[in-house]
């Protein structure tokens, strides 16, 4: 049998600078002994066994306060805000439009309001009966009242000379009716005539002829010329009718006001009913004291001389 020979060598602490090495000891010679692990290179690599996570190992910055926002609703109006929808009119509440009113019929919506609907142009004129009257806002108003009534939209000027009804005054302060039943004289009455208007001398020329025809018969003139009687009393006209100036009439305040305020009643009558209360109230006149009213009845009654011009007034 071999035996083994065993040698007896010092023991080396192996130190060395190279990579990987510890400080302090005897020297490795690297390039004679490359396979020793002191001399293998560094790859970097870490021990596989090793599998702590190193991500994220910076310090948490995810800490604060949640930073989460809630949706928000903006608004569809503030304040006092109005609009039109349509035919709604509409206003804003809490931030929401809401419909208040629904114009119809004769109201228009505009800015969130129902109007009455315009039925003119802004600024126009016409002519109304004895009144000029403009459109505002959509709608006629009367502007101003004419005297001498109104023409091409607007007033017409006053005439020269006198009206029917200044003509019969002047006639009747001549004295010229003093000595009926003897028919007045031309030579009386045309002073008068004369100072007319063109208008004023045909209308009292035209009860003159009435009355001429009655012979100056009072009764006769009541029952056939009131027309014309009215026609020269008269200058304008309106709407109302002969039973509506009796209402009129009977609003009056008693005293100094009534005369103006009965004569107001007739202008606002259209020119038949003017004609037609006249005839009521001189037949009432001339056959009944003014207070009488049981004679009043009479005369009005079946058979009673007022019975015809009363049922034509009051139908």
């Known amino acids: 049998m071999r035996r083994l020979l065993v040698l007896a060598l010092p023991f080396l602490v192996i130190g060395c600078d190279s990579p990987g090495g510890g400080g302090g000891g005897g020297l490795v010679d690297c390039s004679v002994t490359p396979n020793l692990p002191v001399c293998r290179p560094d790859t970097g690599s870490s021990d ?44 804003c509440s809490a931030g929401s439009w809401v419909t208040v009113a629904f114009c119809e019929g004769s109201t228009t919506c505009q800015n ?41 939209n607007q007033c017409n000027a006053a005439p020269t000379g006198l009206v029917c009804m200044d003509v019969w005054a002047c006639i009747i302060d001549a004295g010229c009716f003093d000595n009926l039943p003897t028919v007045p004289t031309s ?24 009355s001429s025809n009655c012979s100056y018969d009072d009764a006769c003139i009541i029952d056939t010329c009131s027309q014309q009687r009215a026609n020269c009393f008269f200058d304008t006209a309106g709407s109302l009718s002969c039973a509506a ?23 606002q009558a259209t020119n038949t009913a003017q004609g037609r209360h006249f005839r009521v109230v001189n037949c009432l006149n001339y056959h009944c004291d003014d207070d009488d009213q049981t004679c009043q009845r009479e005369v009005i009654s079946s058979g009673g001389p007022c019975e015809q011009a009363y049922n034509i007034c009051f139908p």
């Open 245 to 267: 100036v009796n209402t009129c009439i009977g609003n009056c305040p008693t005293g100094g006001a009534y005369e103006a305020c009965a004569f107001s009643c007739y202008e």
């Open 112 to 152: 969130g309001v129902c109007v009455p609907t315009a039925v003119c142009t802004n600024g126009t004129r016409r002519c109304s009966g004895s009144a000029v009257e403009v459109c505002s806002a959509g709608q006629w108003t009367t502007e101003q009242s004419c005297t001498n009534g109104c023409t091409n």
């Open 48 to 91: 596989a066994s090793d599998t702590t996570d190193t991500t994220n190992t910076g310090p948490d910055t995810q800490t604060g306060p949640d930073t989460t926002q809630t949706d928000t609703i903006t608004p569809e109006c503030s304040g006092s805000a109005r609009r039109c929808s349509g035919a709604n009119a509409q206003a």
């Open 187 to 210: 030579a009386c009455m045309n002073p008068c005539l004369n100072q007319g208007t063109s208008t004023g001398k045909n209308e009292m020329n035209a009860m003159l002829s009435c």
